[in-house]
């Protein structure tokens, strides 16, 4: 049974720093990691991937502010979210993808991730 379960979720002020964390078990073939956040009223959008030779991607919206990495432990996922603001609250899910979409899970088109966590809230105040 694939379980990912997400950690590190929080309250802060703008400008301030979150380290999400992500643990998954289960599932040892996958391609690409990623994050997703929703925020009430808005879909499911891509934050960042990263496949399993280390390559990653990020929206334009949190490039240069969000690092996603490997974990030390096989895995193992975080992302470091630094500079927040205000628009960066929402819900935000770990997820993962096997080989199959390559190009939209790189994409990070949610119909491309088989396993998802139940997610962590952050909330960035102005």
């Known amino acids: 049974q694939v379980q990912l379960v997400e950690s590190g979720g929080g309250s802060v002020q703008a400008g301030g720093s979150l380290t999400l964390s992500c643990a998954m078990s289960?599932?040892?073939?996958?391609?690409?990691m990623a994050w997703f956040r929703q925020a009430p009223g808005k879909e499911r959008e891509g934050v960042a991937v990263?496949?399993?030779?280390?390559?990653?991607r990020y929206a334009e919206s949190v490039k240069g502010r969000f690092t996603i990495r490997k974990g030390n432990a096989q895995n193992t996922l975080s992302l470091q979210m630094n500079s927040l603001k205000p628009e960066d609250t929402a819900m935000y899910y770990c997820?993962?993808?096997?080989?199959?979409?390559?190009?939209?899970?790189?994409?990070?088109?949610?119909?491309?991730?088989?396993?998802w966590g139940q997610g962590t809230q952050v909330t960035v105040s102005s």
């Open positions: 289960g599932f040892t073939s996958w391609y690409y």
């Open positions: 990263i496949s399993n030779n280390g390559g990653t």
């Open positions: 997820a993962a993808a096997d080989g199959s979409r390559a190009g939209a899970a790189w994409a990070m088109n949610p119909q491309a991730y088989g396993f």
